[in-house]
């Protein structure tokens, strides 16, 4: 059973910073392309942040300039800077496959930004 464990969220100012973490199981994790995710109630799931096996990153317009994403392949994890926070970045974040099929979420970590 492939695990996703997330970590690293809480409550910050607008202006802030996090670093969400994200220690998977997943198999020839080096060779696989990864990414981060975020849902708010009511909403679908959004991909945020990607990054290659080779380490070229793409992210979102919403997020550009402000988040970053970087991997580990000795720690097999995957993290997620956040800078410039704004009470809109809200939301649960995950992190698993950049595209399906997917392997079994996570229980994600809460992010809040407050105004």
């Known amino acids: 059973q492939v695990q996703l464990v997330e970590s690293g969220g809480g409550l910050v100012q607008s202006g802030g910073s996090l670093r969400l973490s994200c220690k998977t199981s997943?198999?020839?994790?080096?060779?696989?392309?990864m990414g981060w995710y975020r849902q708010t109630p009511g909403k679908q799931r959004e991909l945020v942040a990607a990054?290659?096996?080779?380490?070229?990153?793409n992210y979102a317009d919403s997020v550009k300039e402000r988040f970053t994403i970087s991997r580990d392949n000795a720690k097999t994890t995957v993290y997620l800077r956040m800078d410039s926070l704004k009470p809109e970045d809200t939301a649960v974040y995950y992190c698993?496959?950049?595209?399906?099929?997917?392997?079994?979420w996570g229980q994600g970590t809460q992010v809040t930004v407050s105004s």
């Open positions: 698993n496959k950049n595209r399906p099929p997917f392997v079994s």
């Open positions: 997943i198999t020839m994790f080096s060779s696989r392309a």
């Open positions: 990054i290659t096996s080779s380490g070229t990153t």
